[in-house]
């Protein structure tokens, strides 16, 4: 059966064709080289560490993969500052650059144990995301809510707050139940609502500068099995209908593909049907094909809208039927720059309307489908969704593009509606900004300073958001 993907693919791969035929190109589109990558060592002879997407580095003096909590503690009492501990490196602002320790807790990985009448389960938190669905699997348990992709670790998801999408749904952070925190001076702190709960608020959503989480411990439900389905939607139509659906299913989200007039709903809901796994995905070639699309018919918009919006017009669902966390995130291999607000709920579809029209009127080389999220409001102190239900937007540049344009034109657009960024995507806000945004800012930085009194853990972009 014909997928949207494959509808997508075609439809650039048409509309490439029709172009190069309709003005005589005939040479074969050049891969755009991108950014130079840095030096491979520095002048010390330390070597690079980059993050996914390229747009960060630095050269740590010291690289460190404790085993245990009791390596942990040694290396926090001894190592070089800035000490940062590093997880899938998926995250675009500086949280990991150091010219001191990068720590990772890849051998600080899998399940403790379990709790299966309390439906719960502890975690070391070097756990990447993808591994933990199996194990909570096997176990009959599974995260109700996944990010959209997988190979995050659970230490690092819960610092910057990373999140799902769902009517009444928390990020991850919403779900833990405990967690500890190995201090600066390698003390071991157990933290829950019941033990330092004031500490366990802060703590939540950490960004590395409260301490090393090593463990803790998610509320989660039984094992279900989840229907997906994707549908390709009329853009305005999708736009309009956002409030009800958002509300009409367990998991719900929207792409709006620019230069198209299209939108790409996604829904999961929980269902007895038989499995039908989802297959193998597409996603990454149809992203190239967008791409094509866009560098042969960027000189002409209205050309672009029409044959890729009548293209992808009579697209049927794609349906899948599996346990949710095989359906939930993804593997994404076309790696990208991201700057991605989360806004009051209500605010949500008119900051999309004014995000869709700029770039459709200002930026004929964006081609990455814009992607909007429903996170249910928490109160850890740090959280983008503290005291609030919010809408997320999230805009994406290819890795080899400039990404200026997210900076200069899509985030005065976001602050004006009352976002709060992502803490692991690119913003421009400092700790007068986050003061403003958040109502009990200076209560965690108070609480982060007793804690790190020397900034052992601070790096300089963590002392502007901190204002240290």
Do not use: C
């Not at 994404?332 to 949500?348: C, I, K, S, T, W």
């Amino acid at each position: 059966m014909t997928t949207r993907r494959a509808v997508l693919t075609g439809a650039a791969v048409v509309g490439v064709g029709a172009v190069a035929a309709g003005v005589g190109i005939n040479h074969a589109l050049q891969e755009k080289a991108g950014p130079p990558p840095p030096p491979a060592t520095d002048a010390q002879g330390h070597m690079v560490w980059r993050n996914w997407s390229g747009n960060q580095h630095s050269y740590p003096a010291t690289r460190a993969a404790p085993a245990d909590e009791v390596e942990l503690a040694a290396l926090l009492a001894s190592a070089p500052a800035p000490i940062r501990a590093v997880g899938a490196g998926h995250s675009f602002t500086a949280l990991v650059p150091t010219d001191g320790t990068l720590l990772t807790l890849d051998r600080m990985t899998g399940l403790v144990g379990h709790d299966a009448a309390a439906v719960t389960a502890e975690v070391r938190a070097g756990t990447r995301l993808g591994e933990l669905g199996a194990s909570l699997a096997a176990i009959g348990q599974e995260m109700p809510n996944l990010p959209d992709i997988n190979k995050q670790t659970l230490a690092g998801a819960i610092a910057t707050g990373t999140h799902g999408t769902g009517h009444g749904l928390t990020a991850i952070h919403g779900k833990l139940l405990d967690l500890t925190l190995m201090t600066a001076d390698g003390v071991p702190l157990t933290l829950s609502r019941d033990k330092q709960p004031e500490l366990f608020d802060a703590a939540r959503v950490n960004l590395g500068a409260f301490g090393i989480v090593t463990r803790m411990t998610l509320a989660n439900k039984p094992l279900t099995r989840v229907k997906k389905s994707v549908t390709m939607i009329d853009a305005d139509k999708l736009m309009a209908d956002w409030p009800t659906l958002r509300t009409a299913h367990r998991n719900a989200e929207f792409y709006l593909i620019p230069f198209t007039g299209r939108g790409i709903l996604i829904t999961h809901d929980e269902t007895s049907e038989p499995v039908k796994p989802r297959g193998v995905d597409h996603d990454d070639e149809g992203v190239k094909q967008l791409r094509q699309a866009r560098d042969l018919l960027g000189w002409s918009p209205w050309l672009r809208r029409k044959l890729l919006s009548g293209l992808t017009a009579d697209a049927p669902p794609e349906i899948a039927v599996d346990e949710g966390w095989k359906l939930l995130s993804n593997v994404r291999g076309v790696p990208f720059n991201e700057m991605e607000y989360h806004l009051p709920l209500d605010a949500q579809i008119d900051a999309l309307r004014e995000v869709i029209t700029t770039i459709e009127t200002r930026r004929p080389d964006v081609f990455f489908p814009i992607e909007a999220r429903i996170i249910a409001r928490d109160d850890a102190m740090l959280s983008p969704f503290y005291q609030r239900e919010s809408g997320s937007i999230a805009v994406h540049a290819w890795y080899k593009d400039d990404y200026a344009f997210l900076f200069e034109l899509i985030e005065p657009i976001l602050r004006k509606h009352g976002g709060r960024p992502h803490w692991g995507k690119l913003n421009s806000l400092g700790a007068a900004d986050f003061r403003q945004l958040y109502p009990r800012f200076d209560d965690a930085a108070k609480l982060r300073a007793a804690l790190d009194p020397q900034g052992r853990l601070l790096n300089p972009y963590l002392r502007k958001v901190f204002g240290v």
